[in-house]
């Protein structure tokens, strides 16, 4: 989830910097409700917003990592998981400790909910839910490894097959789940499945479509809003649920039109942003540390509702603040006035603070490293 990182300045691609970074923030915005990325309601963001981080990745995805495949396996499980599962210790303890103050959620600490039930949920402590896509991110970057080295042994590992293939997967998990036969230790190999695709889409896109995707700004956009107004006509809603595999209300074909509608509409408002971000350290340093506000936005957002509780118990304001709702309830947005501009502020806070967490989290790497 951190792209090019480490990357020489030539071969940096600030394109997908900046649409890792839109997508982050999209992510932030709809876990706040806040639509101001929707373009309208035209572009909902859980119509495409997961799917397009696993795009970014298999973007990324290098055949050349398949001539060592256990290097690949430690390098991605040292990037993903190694810093999942301290984090979630973190939060872990963070919610043990709210529990013994009057807060009502997260699981106790133990062997299922530090190692298993991240596999399972994600969502074990609650105050880092979002971080659930890291271990299924994890898992589906493995998956498709293995899949490809057995395909070259076969001579089948041509990309419109795969693609072809792992939509098929796909599609199935989604009439499953329509079917309510995606549920329990099904979730997992569900969402896998149904995610897997649009790690393909990333793949297909840069060796066959890339070098093709040369269209004027003017009929692109006009074909993609002209098919998204159909679909939002048409269509019985357009958001679903990539954690839980429900809310698929327009069949199994849908979801991965809007995937892709999604996905070519902010690839190309990315293009058309990179000479004018290009030198933008702010979008850069986002577009770099996407993992970090996945994984730390959530309790961002609760840093904002315990300033607000504060102001409403110790002083006459925010009379309305609901405090066990605020103590029981992860997805409780308290609005100063009943004002939607007001979840400005937790989008703000949910970029931002987690940011600077890991800024300051450089800062000590640095100095560690200059002491050595």
């Given at each position: 989830?951190?792209?090019?990182?480490?990357?020489?300045?030539?071969?940096?691609?600030?394109?997908?910097?900046?649409?890792?970074?839109?997508?982050?923030?999209?992510?932030?915005?709809?876990?706040?409700?806040?639509?101001?990325?929707?373009?309208?309601?035209?572009?909902?963001?859980?119509?495409?917003?997961?799917?397009?981080?696993?795009?970014?990745?298999?973007?990324?995805?290098?055949?050349?990592?398949?001539?060592?495949?256990?290097?690949?396996?430690?390098?991605?499980?040292?990037?993903?998981?190694?810093?999942?599962?301290?984090?979630?210790?973190?939060?872990?303890?963070?919610?043990?400790?709210?529990?013994?103050?009057?807060?009502?959620?997260?699981?106790?600490?133990?062997?299922?909910?530090?190692?298993?039930?991240?596999?399972?949920?994600?969502?074990?402590?609650?105050?880092?839910?979002?971080?659930?896509?890291?271990?299924?991110?994890?898992?589906?970057?493995?998956?498709?490894?293995?899949?490809?080295?057995?395909?070259?042994?076969?001579?089948?590992?041509?990309?419109?097959?795969?693609?072809a293939g792992t939509l098929a997967a796909g599609m199935t998990v989604v009439c499953f789940a329509i079917q309510g036969r995606v549920w329990g230790l099904y979730k997992m190999p569900g969402r896998i499945l149904f995610l897997y695709p649009c790690f393909q889409m990333g793949q297909f896109y840069r060796r066959k479509l890339e070098v093709h995707d040369k269209s004027g700004n003017l009929p692109y956009f006009a074909m993609l809003f002209a098919v998204q107004i159909l679909l939002t006509l048409c269509c019985n809603g357009l958001a679903y649920s990539s954690v839980w595999c429900t809310g698929f209300a327009n069949g199994p074909v849908i979801?991965?039109?809007?995937?892709?509608?999604?996905?070519?509409?902010?690839?190309?408002?990315?293009?058309?942003?990179?000479?004018?971000?290009?030198?933008?350290?702010?979008?850069?340093?986002?577009?770099?540390?996407?993992?970090?506000?996945?994984?730390?936005?959530?309790?961002?957002?609760?840093?904002?509702?315990?300033?607000?509780?504060?102001?409403?118990?110790?002083?006459?304001?925010?009379?309305?603040?609901?405090?066990?709702?605020?103590?029981?309830?992860?997805?409780?947005?308290?609005?100063?006035?009943?004002?939607?501009?007001?979840?400005?502020?937790?989008?703000?806070?949910?970029?931002?603070?987690?940011?600077?967490?890991?800024?300051?989290?450089?800062?000590?790497?640095?100095?560690?490293?200059?002491?050595?």
């Amino acid at each position: 989830m951190t792209y090019c990182k480490n990357a020489p300045e030539k071969e940096y691609n600030m394109t997908f910097c900046i649409l890792s970074g839109l997508a982050m923030i999209m992510i932030v915005a709809g876990h706040a409700g806040c639509d101001v990325l929707s373009v309208g309601g035209l572009f909902p963001y859980y119509s495409f917003h997961v799917p397009l981080f696993v795009f970014i990745s298999g973007y990324f995805y290098d055949e050349k990592e398949e001539e060592t495949p256990s290097a690949y396996l430690c390098k991605k499980a040292k990037r993903l998981l190694l810093p999942y599962f301290v984090w979630n210790l973190v939060y872990g303890i963070a919610a043990g400790i709210l529990r013994g103050n009057g807060f009502a959620m997260g699981e106790p600490v133990g062997l299922r909910t530090l190692f298993l039930e991240p596999f399972i949920s994600g969502y074990q402590f609650i105050y880092h839910y979002a971080a659930w896509f890291v271990p299924v991110l994890f898992l589906i970057e493995i998956m498709n490894l293995f899949m490809r080295l057995i395909l070259r042994k076969l001579h089948l590992c041509h990309e419109w097959l795969i693609l072809a293939g792992t939509l098929a997967a796909g599609m199935t998990v989604v009439c499953f789940a329509i079917q309510g036969r995606v549920w329990g230790l099904y979730k997992m190999p569900g969402r896998i499945l149904f995610l897997y695709p649009c790690f393909q889409m990333g793949q297909f896109y840069r060796r066959k479509l890339e070098v093709h995707d040369k269209s004027g700004n003017l009929p692109y956009f006009a074909m993609l809003f002209a098919v998204q107004i159909l679909l939002t006509l048409c269509c019985n809603g357009l958001a679903y649920s990539s954690v839980w595999c429900t809310g698929f209300a327009n069949g199994p074909v849908i979801p991965y039109v809007t995937a892709v509608t999604g996905i070519a509409f902010w690839l190309r408002i990315a293009k058309i942003l990179t000479p004018v971000l290009a030198q933008s350290r702010v979008m850069r340093y986002l577009g770099k540390n996407t993992y970090a506000v996945m994984m730390h936005h959530v309790m961002a957002f609760m840093l904002v509702k315990m300033v607000l509780a504060l102001f409403a118990a110790h002083t006459p304001w925010l009379a309305d603040f609901d405090i066990d709702a605020y103590r029981s309830n992860i997805d409780y947005y308290y609005l100063v006035k009943g004002a939607e501009q007001f979840r400005l502020v937790y989008l703000a806070a949910g970029a931002a603070l987690p940011l600077l967490l890991q800024r300051g989290l450089d800062g000590v790497r640095r100095k560690l490293r200059a002491g050595r």
